[in-house]
């Protein structure tokens, strides 16, 4: 059974950054596609950033293209998402999501099988 567990998230003020993380269990990063997804109150969910499952694809949202980064930490079996140059509109909870049905690229739509419990980003003055 694969889990995710994020961490990472806080109150930051406009300008700043977070540094996100999924520690992922009961598979390796090599065989799973990760997808940090964020929904803000009254808005749909949309897909941030992803990494496919032999970490030579990535996509982003145009709206963090530039200030956004993923990357991943094999011997941690984690992920990460480092946010620079926060926004108010970034403010939500951000999950992350896992599959092993996508091999060599990742989709920044609900093709995941696997979700975290969130963790709330608040970018505030």
């Known amino acids: 059974q694969l889990q995710l567990v994020e961490s990472g998230g806080g109150l930051v003020q406009p300008g700043g950054s977070l540094r996100l993380s999924c520690a992922a269990s009961?598979?390796?990063?090599?065989?799973?596609?990760i997808g940090w997804f964020r929904q803000a109150p009254g808005k749909e969910r949309e897909g941030v950033s992803c990494l496919s499952s032999r970490g030579g694809s990535t996509n982003y949202a145009d709206s963090v293209k530039g200030r956004f980064t993923i990357s991943r930490d094999n011997a941690k079996n984690t992920v990460h998402l480092q946010m620079n140059s926060l926004k108010p509109e970034d403010t939500a909870v951000y999950y992350c999501a896992a599959t092993p049905g996508l091999i060599g690229l990742c989709v920044l739509r609900n093709a995941y099988d696997y979700w975290g419990q969130g963790t709330q980003v608040t970018v505030s003055s």
């Open positions: 009961g598979f390796t990063l090599d065989s799973i596609a």
